[in-house]
């Protein structure tokens, strides 16, 4: 038994260290489940709440404490109706997360395809919609579309896209270098101060980019634009070579570290309308 008690004591030495190292790692995953949603404002608001109430409880001040704490339960309640869409999304993320899953990002050959195929439709202002998934299951969206299981081409994404073909208006899903499906329906953006000249294929796009984790590559039918949503923001109008750059960096984090936003220095988040210079509105709100 003096090798039991040798190992239980080497446990108890190394618990502390486990338990907050396993603390820290829920805690940074909430953060960053909170950071792509508006809930993070709740969790300020939050903040600031509880130092005023350790402000109150430190200096004494009863009547601010009595205040506070008789207004406590209607704030869950409140709290709990106000950002109902926002604690539906994440719980929604929290289930549909699968942390061991295999490679899901296409080969560089392939994303090529793709960009490429994205700028034939763009030079003849024809739209598409492509959605490359991460870590959360979007197997609901692809039940939605025809399935396809092709191998990746430039050629078919553009025989697809570019005549009225049935599957021309939905969306296709590229995951584990495949063309899982086309046709596919994603759901609109829920934001309200989108640009109103916006069609469905942007705000199907940023919806998408609101619900999961998935990355969306959208060319307007209208301007030609190529564009990409994640993390519940439009960059719009983007190069061929922006475009495979974050794409690549996106589903590949290991490629380059830091905030993935760092790498489009000169793209806008788009949310309001601006003007270009050449009397074409530009949704610029916040720049990047």
Known sequence: MDWFQRLSHIYNSFRPVLDIAILAF????????LAKTQAVQLV???????????????????????????????????VAIVFQPELRKIILRMGQTEFFRPDSKPRLGQLEAVVTAAEVLSREKRGMLV???????????IETGTRLNADISSSLIVAVFEFDTPLHDGAMIIQNGKI????????????QDIRK?????????????EQSDAVVLVVSEETG??????????????????????????????V????????????????????????????IIVER
């Open 26 to 33: 829920l805690i940074y995953k909430a953060y960053e489940l």
């Open 44 to 78: 300020k608001g939050a903040g600031v709440l509880a130092l005023v109430y350790g402000i109150a409880v430190l200096f004494k001040l009863t009547t601010l404490q009595w205040i506070l704490n008789t207004l406590a339960p209607g704030l869950f309640v409140a």
């Open 131 to 141: 959605v490359f998934p991460r870590r959360i299951n979007i197997k609901s969206v």
């Open 180 to 191: 899982v499906a086309a046709g596919c329906f994603l759901p609109l953006s829920e934001q």
């Open 197 to 209: 000249s916006f069609g469905t294929r942007h705000r199907a796009s940023l919806g998408m980019s």
């Open 225 to 254: 634009a190529i564009s990409l949503a994640f993390d519940a923001k439009l960059y719009y109008n983007l190069s061929p070579l922006e475009v495979t750059r974050k794409i690549r960096d996106l589903l590949d984090p290991g």
């Open 256 to 283: 380059r570290k830091g905030n993935p936003d760092a790498a489009l220095p000169e793209i806008f988040a788009v949310t309001q309308s601006g003007d270009d210079g050449a009397g074409k509105g530009r949704d």
